[in-house]
């Protein structure tokens, strides 16, 4: 599906794994290339974690979603400590009015000084066992985890220029 099929506003309907309700928020489609759908969250968006309040964003910001991937990203212009935020994830589900993804916990991060970080290791480790991941999901996501890294350190696209002029048309 090209991006003129896509609407023009598509849920996030993010879970964490067994279905469990996680981020839930709308995005505004910007377009498509070579790195996936992209898509702004401007700041003032209400979002909903699982079942706790909903609340605006301070900060807005524009993602990618690349087909097949085991992670989106966010990428920002006005954070004030990140540059770039990846989701470890399965592969998002393009539905109608929607994009659906299971959140598996682990988050990669680069600072604006350039560090690259992975959070949540303790919450990966704490799911595997609580809620019984598989050990190919485990494996996947760890994979996805060390590959988004190394591209974070190396400013391997997207995650060097490719998100600037969709920032620019997202939240300029």
Known sequence: MDGEDRARILHWNGRKWRNRLH?????????????????????GT???????????LP???????PPHAWWTAEFY????ELEVY?????PAEWLP???RQVDLDLDVVRRRSGSVQTLDEDEFAAHQVAYRY???LIHDARRAADEVT?????????????SLPWLERGLG
């Open 23 to 43: 981020w839930q928020f709308d995005m505004t489609w910007l377009g498509e290339d070579a790195h996936g759908g992209w898509l702004a969250v401007p700041a």
């Open 46 to 56: 209400v979002v909903r974690r699982g079942r706790d309040d909903a609340f605006r």
């Open 59 to 65: 900060d807005g910001f524009v993602s990618v979603v």
């Open 77 to 80: 212009t006005t954070h004030p």
């Open 86 to 90: 990846v989701n470890v994830g399965t």
């Open 97 to 99: 009015g929607s994009i």
């Open 134 to 136: 598989p050990h190919e």
């Open 150 to 162: 190394d591209m974070l350190q190396r400013r391997v696209e997207p995650f060097d220029r490719a």
